[in-house]
């Protein structure tokens, strides 16, 4: 069962800290990829840029709309996620608690499809 | 392809995750109360004499990724075999709502994948914590209706003593699992006295002679046998608590100074307000009211907005002839409480300032 952990962070947490603060900052996620990916339950992953980078489209009536921003503008951003496939909702949770964040992780099961052929 | 290709999506993804967590052999076929849904009721409950089984549903119902009311219609629900109409009637909600509210715990455990199963050892000791909480709170929507006319609601305290049993037959190692069931038998056993022509009694008026005897002496054992240990949890020093009143005479002839101790333990355990209000009512009982006074003064921020509190100040107060002071107590106390037969307990005891 595929699991995406989301991660939310209060915008420019990290802004402050010193190089070797971010460096084992670093380690710390590093490390944990590590592990999700040798007990077989990392399927992806990725960080974000900050939301300030991020862009919004819409299409209305044909037109693309863009806005600068994320979708809503609030204290928490999502900040990156995890794809994983473990058995139950217990495993991810345990998996999303051990993230090295300092923000909340978002543990939303993923709904499968079954394609139709020839689509 | 079908005039409605989202609903359809949806249909095609529900059985496949439902297929996979077959396959996955976690025994969902063995939970059929959790997956079938509402509609399709009744559903037999759970046979008693399958104990693992009923634990193991009780740990899925109470999981802690499932809101907590959700957790108490889940296990109401299919622990307890209530139907969804008995539940809504105990709740005081619609029958639409609380259906909907079990509906969707259904939905979530499937379709997130709860697992059907008790926690390994190293999970169960948090996991239990938010069971007990669940069971003492199907329990005290029993004995106290939040709000309305029923004081009692007896077929819930019921339920929550066969919980609590469960529980403790399971897993007897946990002495909070002994705490909560020697506590809910404690408190129930006064049930009988608690009501009089329409009125609750309160504890000091109650007749001891009605109390049930059966479930004093069981809740007595139980924390006769479980005290001797090094750490005691809660739930079992509140049943403590209750035991020494059950094995008071009388009201008067409590051993007050053994209350006022054993809140001093709950109170470093658990830092309750509502235990420091309940401590100094017992300071009051015991004879040191202006101690009592001012341990409820201190707790004014944080339990404004509770009738108790207001009741226990008021009658503190009463205590020390400050007749004013403890009618403008009471009077707050009145008119904070939506519980009819409280409220005219209260008048009741305001007009004999």
Known sequence: MRYLLLIAEEEGVRSGWSDEDQQADMARWFAYTNELQEAGAFVDGVALNESSTATTVRVEGGDTLTTDGPFAETKEVINGYYLIDVDDLDSAISWAARIPTIGAVEVRPVLEFDMPEGA | ?353
């Open chain 2, 1 to 353: 392809m079908p005039r409605e290709p989202a609903g359809w999506l949806l249909a095609v993804a529900r059985r496949r995750a439902i297929d996979r967590l077959r396959r996955a052999g976690t025994e969902w076929r063995k939970a059929p109360l959790l997956v079938v849904p509402e509609a399709s009721e009744p559903a037999a409950p759970v046979p008693e004499d399958i104990p693992d089984e009923r634990l193991r549903l009780l740990c899925t119902a109470c999981h802690p990724a499932l809101s907590r009311e959700a957790q108490v219609a889940l296990t109401l629900r299919v622990v307890g075999g209530l139907t969804t109409t008995e539940i809504a009637r105990a709740f005081l909600v619609s029958e639409a709502t609380m259906g909907q509210r079990i509906s969707r715990a259904k939905r979530k455990i499937r379709d997130a994948a709860i697992p059907y199963t008790v926690p390994d050892a190293d999970e169960l000791p948090p996991r239990l914590a938010g069971v007990r909480a669940v069971i003492y709170l199907i329990f005290t929507e029993g004995h106290t209706a939040s709000t309305g006319a029923r004081l009692q609601r007896v077929e819930l305290q019921y339920e929550a003593i066969r919980l609590a049993t469960l529980l403790y037959d399971r897993l007897p190692t946990d002495a909070e699992n002994a705490g909560l069931l020697a506590l809910l038998l404690l408190t129930a056993a006064r049930s009988p006295a608690r009501w009089r022509r329409g009125r609750p009694v309160p504890l000091a008026e109650q007749d001891r002679g009605l109390w049930n005897a059966d479930h004093v002496a069981r809740g007595r054992a139980l924390v006769a046998e479980q005290m001797s240990r090094p750490v005691v949890g809660p739930y079992l020093v509140q049943a403590a608590i209750a035991a020494v009143h059950a094995e008071a005479p009388s009201y008067a002839a409590t051993d007050w100074r053994r209350i006022v101790g054993l809140y001093d333990v709950l109170i470093d355990a658990t830092q309750d307000p509502v235990a420091r209000l309940n401590r100094a009512v017992a300071r009051m009982e015991q004879g040191d009211v202006a101690m009592a006074l001012s341990d409820v003064e201190a707790l004014a921020g944080t339990l404004a907005g509770f009738s108790h509190f207001h009741a226990a100040h008021g009658e503190i107060l009463a205590r020390l002839d400050r007749t004013a002071d403890a009618a403008i107590a009471l009077d707050i106390a009145i008119e904070l409480t939506d519980n009819e037969p409280l409220r005219r307990q209260l008048v009741g005891r305001r007009a004999q300032l």
